[in-house]
């Protein structure tokens, strides 16, 4: 069936730093590939998504590129804020089953001043 | 529109009591999702429905877990007979037809079975 690998967390930055979250997936076809974020006593939302192979997802700063032949789906971003500290899923949607998401097992962020 | 609601926020039930959650999805969404998350995992996948047609049911919804989805509008989760092991965060999502659509999330309802 189909699967998200996360990286294990949790990982803790100083502000401006580099963030690179990896992700890959196992999954038959081809999947629409996600990442939502959930903030403390938040409801999980869609940080960005990519549906087909090299199409990139950018949304805040944040970054992912679908890539077929790794299977993966990175998160990074250049210079990370306080504000982004969170807890990060990535997931998939295989598109059939009414599309329903299959997630990771999340990556705690935490990013101190 | 505020987007997906759940209600309640938090439940505390005793083992062997029943309890019922509710989800109001957004309006025009005629995909409503369950997932269930337990602490430090991603959600897993329940259950979803098309209007008020219940299409799939994980192997993880045992037969002790109803949903219901009446006139394709709000939805509500049943569990029968609480076990600790149910103990979890509950959420529901909504989304329009179409592979990679977004699904938006509720707050979700944190069920502890004492």
């Known amino acids: 069936g189909d699967s998200v690998t996360q990286m294990e967390g949790p990982v803790t930055l100083s502000e401006e730093a580099f963030l690179t979250i990896n992700c890959t997936y196992t999954?038959?076809?081809?999947?629409?590939l996600f990442w939502y974020v959930q903030y403390p006593g938040e409801g999980l939302q869609l940080l960005l998504k990519a549906t087909k192979a090299d199409d990139k997802g950018s949304n805040k700063g944040f970054e992912a590129t679908y890539r077929k032949e790794t299977t993966s789906f990175h998160l990074e971003k250049g210079s990370v804020q306080v504000s982004d500290s969170a807890v990060y899923f990535c997931a998939l949607s295989d598109g059939g089953s009414g599309s329903r998401l299959t997630f990771g097992e999340g990556t705690q962020l935490t990013v101190n001043p | 529109d505020t987007g997906v609601s759940q209600n309640p926020r938090h439940k505390i039930t005793k083992r062997g009591q029943n309890v019922t959650f509710r989800c109001d999805p957004i309006?025009?969404?005629?995909?409503l999702y369950w997932y269930r998350q337990t602490l430090g995992q991603g959600p897993e996948f329940l259950t979803y429905?098309?209007?008020?047609?219940?299409?799939?049911k994980s192997r993880l919804l045992s037969d002790r877990f109803s949903a219901e989805r009446p006139k394709g509008s709000f939805s509500t989760l049943e569990i029968q007979r609480t076990e600790q092991g149910d103990s979890a965060m509950y959420l529901c999502?909504?989304?329009?037809?179409?592979?990679?659509?977004?699904?938006?999330f509720g707050q979700g309802t944190r069920l502890t079975v004492v």
């Open positions: 429905f098309q209007n008020e047609a219940q299409l799939e």
């Open positions: 999502a909504s989304s329009l037809d179409g592979g990679g659509t977004e699904a938006f």
């Open positions: 309006s025009e969404h005629n995909r």
């Open positions: 999954a038959t076809g081809y999947p629409s």
